[in-house]
């Protein structure tokens, strides 16, 4: 990305998550457009966040593909990788080969290698000094983060943290509620793709974004869709998906 597009790219894209967290917003939506802004201004292919559910269990909230979700699937079920270090130290963690790392992490090694990445970059969720989370970036290739691209990343991650607890914060504890909410919404959301993948026979990632696009027609909050087909409320039809 060109200098001055990458940086007319960054600004429109910090005003409009920021412009976000001072009006009504969807949580899961929010942190899903997040996401895609990793994509687009860093270089990464992948990415997910994962939450704490208040009682230091990490969650998958969500992820930009099904191949980031099963590597962070991976790491939480061996409770290794370097997303889960990443929550547990309150550091950044770089993999720049992910082909070399085995011992311990192994569960992760494999399931990355198996589909296609083989870098990995981790940073921490955080409100002052208490983790929340981690936001895992994947890369098709071998290599570290730049700097310019480790800062940005940081700092989606703070907006990240900003948005999942909506500034709402008490002397610096978790509003668990909050969390718990964000990780409601992802069964919720997971079990619609499942539904609109069967019914108009599209993979799981195209359902996903029929049930973004008809949020976004609808000005509906993504969870308040999910949970519309989920119940049979709503149907979407084949080719319902806007950019």
């Known amino acids: 990305m060109a200098g001055s597009s990458r940086e007319a790219r960054l600004n429109s894209a910090f005003l409009e998550l920021t412009e976000?967290?001072?009006?009504?917003?969807?949580?899961v939506e929010m942190l899903h457009a997040l996401m895609g802004e990793c994509l687009q201004l860093l270089d990464v292919q992948a990415c997910g966040l994962l939450l704490s559910d208040g009682?230091?269990?990490?969650?998958?909230?969500?992820?930009?593909?099904?191949?980031?979700?099963?590597?962070?699937?991976?790491?939480?079920?061996?409770?290794?990788?370097?997303?889960?270090?990443?929550?547990?130290?309150?550091?950044?963690v770089s993999v720049e080969d992910i082909e070399r790392v085995t011992e311990g992490w192994q569960e992760f090694h494999d399931a990355a290698l198996q589909h296609g990445f083989h870098s990995a970059h981790a940073v921490p969720l955080r409100v002052r000094s208490e983790v929340i989370g981690a936001l895992g970036l994947f890369r098709t290739h071998v290599g570290g983060l730049s700097e310019a691209d480790g800062g940005i990343a940081h700092a989606?991650?703070?907006?990240?943290?900003?948005?999942?607890?909506?500034?709402?914060?008490?002397?610096?504890?978790?509003?668990?509620?909050?969390?718990?909410?964000?990780?409601?919404?992802?069964?919720?959301?997971?079990?619609?793709?499942?539904?609109?993948?069967?019914?108009?026979?599209?993979?799981v990632e195209e359902a996903f974004a029929m049930l973004r696009a008809h949020a976004r027609r609808t000005n509906t909050t993504l969870r308040d869709v999910a949970q519309a087909v989920v119940a049979r409320e709503l149907r979407l039809a084949p080719g319902a998906r806007t950019r």
């Open 20 to 27: 976000q967290l001072t009006s009504d917003y969807d949580v």
């Open 156 to 203: 989606l991650a703070n907006i990240a943290s900003l948005g999942v607890l909506q500034e709402r914060l008490a002397e610096g504890a978790i509003v668990a509620q909050q969390l718990q909410r964000a990780l409601d919404s992802r069964v919720v959301i997971e079990q619609a793709k499942g539904v609109v993948s069967a019914s108009v026979d599209v993979d």
């Open 55 to 92: 009682q230091g269990h990490l969650e998958l909230v969500a992820s930009t593909s099904e191949a980031a979700a099963f590597v962070e699937m991976m790491q939480l079920n061996a409770s290794a990788g370097p997303c889960v270090e990443c929550f547990s130290t309150g550091h950044a």
